[in-house]
C-alpha cells in the first residue's frame, strides 16, 4: 500500500518540478541513490522496471527507505501493463509511469487512488491520458516528439494539461529552462542526471550536487 496519499504525491511533483529517474540491480546501491537524491533536495524518486527480478529490488528499496528516508515519496516506471503494475502498487508504490498509455493500468492505479503518468506522444493521446483520469501526463521520449516546442503548442488549445517531459531533458540552465518556459510543470530526469560515471564511482556527493543544481534551475525558471 501506498504510503503517501494521491495529492500529496501529485502536489510535490508540481511544488518540486522534478522526479529523478534511474534503476539499479544491486538494492543497496539503490538505496545509496536514494539518499542521495533526498539530501539533494528531492522528495521523489523513480525506479524503472527495467532488470530482472527488479521488483524485489523495489521491495528492499521502500522497506530501507520507509525506516531511514521517512519522507521520500518513490515509484515505479517502464510499466506498461497491468500485471506489472499491481506488483508494485502491492509493494508499496506511490505512483507508477509508464513508457506509453495503458487504459487498464489507469483504472488500476485509479482504484488504489495511485497517480498514474503515462508516455504519450501526441496531443490524441495525452486527452485519451485525461479522459482516463490521469492528472500529469507524460511526455515521451520528450526530445523526439517535438521537444519544448511541443509542450508549447498544446498548452495553446489544452491549457489544462499538466505535461512531465522525460528523455530529452538535459542537466543543463538551459535545457531546463527551456521546458519550464514551454509550460512543462515537472521534469523527468534519469541518465542525465544520475549518471553511470557518477553510480560507478559511487560519487553520492556529486549526485547530491545535480539534484540540487537542478532544482535550483526549476525555481529560477518558474520566476
Known sequence: MAR?????????????GLVPVFYHP???????????????????????????????????????????????ILGVGSIGDPHIAALYVAAGASFVVGSVLNPEVARLCNRRKVPYSPGCGSATEIAAAEELGCEIVKIFPGGSVGGPGFVRALRGPSPWSSVMPTGGVDATPESVRAWIEAGAVVLGMGSKLITREIVARRDWAALEKNVRDVLQWIREARK
Open 26 to 72: 544491486d538494492a543497496g546501491t539503490a538505496f545509496e541513490v536514494a539518499r542521495a537524491v533526498r539530501r539533494g533536495g528531492s522528495r521523489l524518486l523513480e525506479f524503472t522496471h527495467r532488470g530482472d527480478l527488479a521488483h524485489r529490488v523495489f521491495e528492499a528499496l521502500i522497506e530501507r527507505a520507509a525506516a531511514e528516508l521517512p519522507d521520500m
Open 4 to 16: 503517501f496519499s494521491r495529492l500529496t504525491v501529485l502536489n510535490t511533483m508540481v511544488e518540486s
